[in-house]
T-cell receptor, first 113, second 110 residues
């Protein structure tokens, strides 16, 4: 079974631009969560989607948004990029139901200059 | 609010036992995860504790005390490949809302 895939793996953007990151969960997994990881803050929860609905949201500004498609693939978008948005963005998929184990993708390394 | 504390760094000797502690204060509690993350890689699942007590899985064991807001990860017979960051995380939302601690960087030395 293929793992969680994220594209692109690396991205360089300039301040003010916007970016869209993609995550394809493990086949059959319906819950997708997004995290931002930085050396100082660790892993911080962005949001979680299940069946195309956002069920949970972390404490990030409205510049961070996401969506999930009917095939469970998810995208997250960051608008008006700031230098502080430079981070590793990880997505994780979960089978949902009684299973809570999250399987993480390799992440997208975003650098904002 | 959500607060999860764990030591920043630890060093242990190959073959020894190490205990990594985690204390938490969260609004809501469904369960507690432990993840391992090697440098430059994604976190990988180690354990998920819902009820109080010790759960053993090979060389790794995880303990939970919900009344004390406390958990620990016990690693036995340490190997060099165990050098990694260990992340404690609490599932506290109505669904999958997971708050991570900043992680404990474990260095295993010969």
């Amino acid at each position: 079974k293929a793992g969680v895939t994220q594209t692109p793996r690396y991205l360089i953007k300039t301040r003010g631009q916007q970016v869209t990151l993609s995550c394809s969960p493990i086949s059959g997994h319906r819950s997708v969560s997004w995290y931002q990881q930085t050396p100082g803050q660790g892993l911080q929860f962005l949001f979680e989607y299940f069946s195309e609905t956002q069920r949970n949201k972390g404490n990030f500004p409205g510049r961070f948004s996401g969506r999930q498609f009917s095939n469970s693939r998810s995208e997250m978008n960051v608008s008006t990029l700031e230098l502080g948005d430079s981070a590793l963005y990880l997505c994780a998929s979960t089978l949902a139901g009684s299973s809570y184990e999250q399987y993480f993708g390799p992440g997208t390394r975003l650098t904002v200059t | 609010g959500q607060n999860i504390d764990q030591p920043t760094e630890m060093t242990a000797t190959e073959g020894a036992i190490v205990q990594i502690n985690c204390t938490y204060q969260t609004s809501g509690f469904n369960g507690l995860f432990w993840y391992q993350q090697h440098a430059g890689e994604a976190p990988t699942f180690l354990s998920y504790n819902v009820l109080d007590g010790l759960e053993e899985k090979g060389r790794f064991s995880s303990f939970l005390s919900r009344s004390k807001g406390y958990s620990y990860l016990l690693l036995k017979e340490l190997q060099m490949k165990d050098s990694a960051s260990y992340l404690c995380a609490v599932n506290s939302g109505g669904y999958q809302k997971v708050t991570f601690g900043t992680g404990t960087k474990l260095q295993v030395i010969p």
